[in-house]
Every structure is written in structure tokens, then in C-alpha cells.
């Protein structure tokens, strides 16, 4: 007898799309119209926020709420998202940040740099510092900048703002850019639009089971991206070889020559250019160019990658 196929998950992050589309569109009626769709959402929220912390109270009662059941209800994203509205989330700010920083390094380390939490304000700004260089990149610091914007706004959506300090802003003694932060809680009660610096994180299922060694190409929005794995970290460039201007079709990656065993080589299968993927695909041949690098970020078991806003779509 055939097995039955298990109905597909829904997508969480489409509904949440979809209730604040309803919402607008309650707008249309006037403003008694939206006022009451909005109310209606918070006392449904409310309603199940006061019964998931009921549940989490009976729980810690039959002293089941221990350290593995707390890690898998934060490492699961839904719940983890959905304990977030409530303030019932079982890690604090920092520990959230400092988490989300993590998932982030093994990018900022392919550009040279990485990122220090200063400190977190009572008035929830998150203050940080960005290190090292893009040497040899032609990215800026503010692509950087934005990996770091979407694992800290993903991780804690609560905090108000994200200062982030850069070597070149510590040497003239100047404070770092405010990053304002479009906060879940403000969007069931402001019409602000949402802030995007000209960018999408569009969720790439595909990746995560993506093999070391392997490379994979995907379509990412409207963009097509390729991506490959060197051990635990995954890196994604514009499906695009610098040299022949041609996606990466049948392309393979191998190590460096002379290289360790974490130095990796994406060898395009065209005109045969040779990019270091650690290295932000910086091109190893004598007629130089270099690959577009998208930020990237991993949250327990999901891929989200950073497209311009004008292709996600």
C-alpha cells in the first residue's frame, strides 16, 4: 500500500504577509473599519498569548521546562517567532543577538571581518562594532552592515534602533549610523512602511540540505544566485562568472592548489576562471574581476538570502 503524502506545511511567513495585506485592505472601509480589524487581531493574539504562557507555566510545574526543551522551543522558528510576540521567549536580548552575530560570522569572515556586541541600551538600541576589512572586495561595509541589520532585526524584533561602529568611525571619533529597525510589534499599530535599505531576505529552502562541496544554483526572487558549501558554511554569489559573464552552469568546486582543506576554488565550467569563495570570489586568474557576493544567514534549519529589493519579486 503507497504511503500517503503528508499535506505540504503552510507558509507561516506568507500568512503573516497575508494578515497585514487584510489589514490595509480594512483601510479601504475607513478609518472605524481598519481600527476595528486592528483590535480584532490584538485580542486574538492576546487571547493565545495568554494561553501559551499558561501552557509554558504547566509545563515548568511538572519540571519539564528544562535547558533541551527551552533550546528547541528558541531553535525552532515559528515558535521561537510566535513566543517573540508574546514576550515569552526563553532567551534574553543579548543572548538572541549574540546568537544571531553567530550566524552571521562565517559571511562577514569570507569579506575579512566580523562584529563585536558592545552592549545593549535600556531603550533597546543595540550597539555594535564592525571589524576587519573587505579586502580585495568591492563590497562596502554597508552590505555588511546589512547581514548584520537582518540576523539582529530577525532574532530580536523588539529593539528600537541598531548603532553599528565601524574601524573608520572609532578613528574620527565619530558615533556610528543609526539603523532604524522596522519592529514587528510597531506594525499591528503604525502605518510605517517598512525599512529595507533596498534589499529582501528571501527564505531559499533548497540550501539547507545542500552537501559540502556541492554547488547549487537557484532562482532567488527574480535573481538567479549560486551557492555552495565548504564544510559548515555556506557562502551565495550572483550566478555570473566575472570573466564570461555567463551563469554557472555545471561549475565544481575543489580545493585551492596548496591550499588547507577549508580553502575552496569555484571553478566556472564556460571559460574555466577560478574564484576564492572564502575570499568574498575574488578571481585567483591573472586577468583579475570578482564575483558578486550575497549576504547570507542561518537560522537553526533555514537559508534566508539578501536580493536587491527591485528582483525579489
Known sequence: MAQEERPAAPDWRATGERIDTLIAASGAGGAVARERSEELVRLVVDFY?????????????????DDDVLAALAG????????LVHGLHPYGVETRVE?????????????????ELLDVTGEGTVRLRLLGSCD???????????????????????????????AEDEDAGAAGPLVPVDS??????????????????????????????????VEVGRMPVVACRVGADLFAFEDRCARCERPFEG???????????????????????????????????????????????????????????????
Open 99 to 115: 546568537q544571531a552575530l553567530e550566524s552571521v560570522r562565517p559571511y562577514l569572515g569570507s569579506h575579512g571581518g566580523d562584529v
Open 76 to 83: 525552532d522558528e515559528l515558535v521561537a517567532s510566535v513566543l
Open 49 to 65: 498569548g495568554a494561553g501559551l504562557e499558561r501552557l509554558l507555566d504547566l509545563v515548568h510545574e511538572q519540571g519539564r521546562l
Open 184 to 217: 514587528l510589534f510597531a506594525r499591528l499599530h503604525t502605518d510605517a512602511a517598512p525599512v529595507t535599505d533596498g534589499a529582501s531576505w528571501e527564505a531559499v529552502p533548497e540550501l539547507s540540505g545542500l552537501e559540502s562541496g556541492s554547488v547549487a544554483r
Open 251 to 313: 561549475a565544481t568546486l575543489a580545493r585551492r592548489l596548496g591550499g588547507g582543506s577549508g580553502d575552496a576554488v569555484l571553478r566556472c565550467a564556460g571559460c574555466r576562471a577560478h574564484y576564492n569563495v572564502r575570499g568574498a570570489g575574488v578571481c585567483l586568474d591573472e586577468d583579475g574581476g570578482h564575483l558578486a557576493p550575497l549576504p547570507l544567514l542561518v537560522d537553526g534549519g533555514s537559508v534566508s538570502v539578501s536580493v536587491p529589493a527591485a528582483v525579489a519579486r
Open 136 to 166: 580585495g572586495c568591492p563590497s562596502s561595509s554597508v552590505t555588511l552592515k546589512l547581514a548584520v541589520q537582518g540576523a539582529v532585526e530577525a532574532a530580536a524584533p523588539e529593539i528600537t534602533s541598531i548603532e553599528v561602529e565601524t
